[in-house]
């Protein structure tokens, strides 16, 4: 059995464990992400990777997610909330101190493969990738292959202007409309004199009748149906998998569609066309380990 690191290095933390060719997950741990301090974070990757060793001292190689704009070397012209790794080539110091080869990964472009390889996209060639956090990632799958774009950036949805804002243009995109974060919990906030870190006591209060959340909700679903059509009449799926915490609820997913259902049906040139479902993705926390190990075994 041929074994690899997988490494998924978020803002708040960093998880890590051994991938195995099968794409199966084991020996996990994670540790709080030095978003501040370069050296310290590269060191404690390290100790992540000896310690996988520990178990199989024959692991192949280093397969790393991680959000920003990263170049097919393992350059990152951005680094997201892990700021102290702007404008360094991670794959190569990887490389350099741990003598196996490494292939970094944006975060939603290996959630989005890792589905096409164990998960909801199996057998699928063309879709689309959503993960609905902090704010919203994506990937565009087209002919089983990532799509990046002239400058790496394909996939950016979350910047896609879905509502008008006249003060700042900003405030009317996906990600401050569609995330979980930044999109629903904070419009919710907004308004409440009671608010909330977990975006599922927002849908436990619309269930309760609270009318604050039942409409925040609707506006969030609205908001989100707008995007996701506009991929769709864009780029011409075969499915469009949601991650993120929020799309385990299988309330959430069925609202979603029939916004979508209803927001098409307003919609004359499209209202007849047949648009497809949106699915929950299937490997929820492991996806980046596991799709970032993929890249490295076909780069």
């Not at 910047?159 to 999109?183: H, K, Y």
């Not at 608010?195 to 506006?219: C, T």
């Amino acid at each position: 059995m041929k074994n690899y690191v997988g490494l998924d290095i978020g803002g708040t933390s960093v998880k890590y464990g051994l991938v195995d060719e099968n794409g199966v997950v084991s020996n996990k741990g994670h540790f709080k992400t030095n978003v501040d301090d370069q050296a310290g974070l590269l060191n404690d990757l390290v100790t992540a990777v000896k310690e996988i060793q520990s178990v199989d001292k024959d692991v192949l190689g280093i397969g790393v997610s991680m959000p920003g704009v990263v170049q097919a070397d393992g350059f990152l012209t951005t680094s997201g909330a892990v700021k102290c790794f702007t404008g360094i080539n991670l794959a190569q110091l990887l490389e350099e101190k741990t003598g196996l080869p490494a292939k970094i990964e944006n975060d939603a472009n290996a959630a989005a493969i890792a589905e096409k390889w164990i998960g909801s996209a199996q057998g699928i060639h063309d879709y689309i990738g959503l993960v609905l956090g902090t704010g919203v990632g994506g990937a565009l799958i087209i002919n089983d292959q990532i799509y990046r774009g002239a400058h790496a950036r394909s996939g950016e949805f979350g910047w896609m202007i879905v509502e008008d804002d006249d003060i700042d243009v900003e405030m009317g995109s996906l990600n401050f409309r569609g995330a979980t974060v930044i999109g629903l919990i904070r419009r919710y906030n907004q308004f409440s004199d009671q608010p909330v870190e977990d975006a599922r006591l927002i849908f436990k209060r619309a269930d309760d009748g609270e009318v604050l959340a039942q409409n925040v909700l609707k506006s969030y679903y609205h908001s989100l149906a707008k995007g996701i059509i506009n991929l769709e009449v864009s780029f011409d799926p075969a499915v469009v998998i949601i991650g993120g915490g929020i799309s385990a609820n299988t309330e959430f997913i069925d609202n979603l569609n029939k916004t979508i259902e209803e927001v098409k049906a307003t919609h004359n040139s499209i209202k007849d066309i047949d648009l497809p479902l949106v699915k929950a993705a299937k490997l929820k926390n492991d996806a980046g380990m596991i799709g970032a190990v993929y890249q490295l075994i076909h780069a």
